[in-house]
């Protein structure tokens, strides 16, 4: 059973880096046929305000408002 978990945490693991090492070589390719040029950030993700979060991928960003969902979320809790 240890040795079963230990082999399905090493694929996980590696699907990861190979994930990682995918989405880096995208970001650089669409950077060089873009011609943008920034510092590179695979899945950024910042935050831009109280209830907002920025996603940064290959110099596109997205503004990410989560006014609704808190509000969602106040409601669903308050009952």
Do not use: K
């Not at 230990?6 to 873009?34: K, N, P």
């Not at 596109?60 to 979320?73: F, K, N």
């Amino acid at each position: 059973m240890r040795q079963a978990v230990c082999s399905v945490c090493l694929i996980f693991l590696c699907f990861v880096a190979v994930l990682g090492l995918g989405l880096l070589a995208c970001e650089r390719g669409l950077q060089e046929v873009s011609g943008l040029v920034s510092y590179p950030g695979v899945l950024a993700l910042n935050r831009a305000g109280e209830q907002t979060w920025l996603f940064t991928f290959a110099d596109r960003q997205i503004v990410l408002d989560l006014t609704p969902l808190a509000q969602l979320w106040r409601r669903f809790t308050a009952q």
